[in-house]
């Protein structure tokens, strides 16, 4: 199964491959071991592709005392902050999962609540890692009122091949806990923002999986 995300870059990629094949074939019309090779690199570079898109179901196991991982990756950073976007540099602890080329790209709402605060900022495309992705980097920030009321907020953050973030959610939407909220394309990271105190259940590097692990207990 494919993410709608991915269509046009799937058809396209489909046109182009095959119109360079036929070049091929017509310039090198008895060479078939030309010919073989471009059909070998054509196959693997639509795998890659269609991996990026891929849109695996997932059974979610809600609870609103959870913060499950907003997407399928590794989690590169566990820190105490001052988060001066939304909370006017009250201290949180920041949970970031870098999302590979090679993850599933599918965005899913790590709480279920009330969208409390959302908003697109354009900008540079620093690679993922950077210290100064997560502010100066194109980037949306969401705020989610729990329904024990605890604001989490996350960021999709785009990267140096991430060149696209799309969303699904607006100010004062009901939203429900893994459900999807957005997408990256080709990778990147995800920020996620507890209170100080908060129960963390990961550790640095960890593996995780959008909508079933738990991040954190809220």
Not at 77 to 95: D, M, P
Not at 108 to 120: A, S, T, W
């Amino acid at each position: 199964m494919f993410h709608r995300e991915g269509k046009n870059t799937i058809m396209i990629t489909l046109l182009l491959l095959f119109l360079i094949n036929a070049g091929i074939s017509f310039l090198f019309p008895e060479n078939e071991l030309v010919k073989n090779i471009f059909i070998f690199i054509s196959v693997i570079f639509l795998i890659i592709i269609l991996q990026f898109f891929r849109n695996p179901s997932v059974n979610i196991s809600k609870n609103s005392c959870n913060v499950l991982s907003p997407a399928d990756g590794k989690v590169v950073v566990i820190e105490e902050v001052e988060e001066t976007e939304y909370f006017n540099k009250e201290k949180r602890i920041q949970i970031s999962v870098f999302m590979s080329p090679f993850n599933v790209h599918v965005n899913r709402n790590p709480v279920g609540g009330i969208v409390k605060y959302f908003k697109y900022h354009p900008g540079k495309y620093l690679v993922a890692w950077h210290p100064k992705s997560s502010t100066e980097n194109e980037r949306t920030t969401t705020v989610i009122l729990t329904n024990n009321s605890k604001e989490i907020l996350f960021r999709q953050i785009a990267g140096a091949l991430a060149r696209r973030i799309v969303w699904y959610i607006k100010d004062g939407q009901k939203v429900e806990q893994g459900d999807e909220m957005g997408f990256i394309k080709f990778g990147s990271r995800v920020d996620i923002f507890v209170p100080i105190g908060t129960k963390i259940n990961v550790k640095l590097n960890d593996v995780v999986k959008g909508g079933r692990t738990i991040l954190a207990e809220i």
